[in-house]
């Protein structure tokens, strides 16, 4: 069996103590709280409520939809894209202790961080969609593309994550500039504002999340299908979970050495 393969394996076969951690994840940190269900919802909500209701104060933009449903559906996407793309490194950082036991191989531990991620981005969806569709309207019939687009572009976000990982361990200085770089970034990548159409076409050539956050909400707003994206992101998406899986299996020892 490759070493892909194997970390593939280990994966399936303790899918039931991830869950249980993203589970323990979301709602440990609030438990000596009096309202600990109230605090783990409203904690990865906050951030694009502020953006939602300073767009609604603010005067609108050429983006040509409600400004509401363009930051909205913008910062979903940023966070999404940006929290599944350092979430290896910062699940590695966090549960260190982990990594010594035999129950948890590398996988596992990425995959209780990218699990947190999509029960925030749930959370975050269903606080925004009202909003959305009381501003505008989602396409139906272009939520299949949507949903296709949303899930391949998560994929290949996490596997660069996983890619980079050793990286990030072995050089925290990196890593810091990563996270500094993406904390400000979200105002160049079209989740907020737009920036002017030739400034825009300049992001969408550079940067991949500008990219991928413009086409999928043109996509959900009925503006065509970008075939050409998904399919390409479908083949992304399956050469980054190949070398992610083969990083985590086959750097095993060094990603411990790194992380301790």
Partial sequence: MTTAKMAAASLLTSWDRIAYLVWQDFVSPYRRTAFSAFWAVVRPILP??????LRMILPSGDEGVHPVVYVGIGTILWFYLSELLMSPVQTFRRKR??????????????????????????????????????????????????????????????????????????????YEAATVILRYAIFFSLAVFPLGPETSDLLMNTNPFA??????????????????????????????TYLGF???????SVLREAAS
């Avoid at 694009?48 to 209701?53: E, L, T, V, Y």
């Avoid at 593309?145 to 925290?172: C, D």
């Avoid at 990083?247 to 095993?252: D, K, P, Q, R």
């Fill in 48 to 53: 694009i409520s502020a953006f939602i209701f």
């Fill in 97 to 174: 202790s982990l990594l010594g036991t035999t129950q948890f191989t590398p996988i596992g531990i990425i995959a209780t961080g990218a699990g947190g991620v999509l029960l925030d981005f749930a959370l975050r969806a269903t606080f925004a969609l009202p909003f959305v569709l009381s501003y505008g309207s989602i396409e139906l019939e272009n939520v299949p593309a949507g949903l296709a687009l949303i899930v391949t572009s998560g994929i290949v976000s996490l596997g660069i994550g996983i890619i980079l990982l050793p990286a990030f361990l072995v050089f925290p200085d990196l």
């Fill in 211 to 240: 990219l991928i956050i413009a086409e999928t909400r043109a996509c959900l707003l009925g503006n065509g299908v970008p075939f050409t994206l998904i399919v390409t992101l479908c083949a992304l998406s399956i050469g980054t």
């Fill in 246 to 252: 083969w990083v985590t299996g086959a750097l095993g």
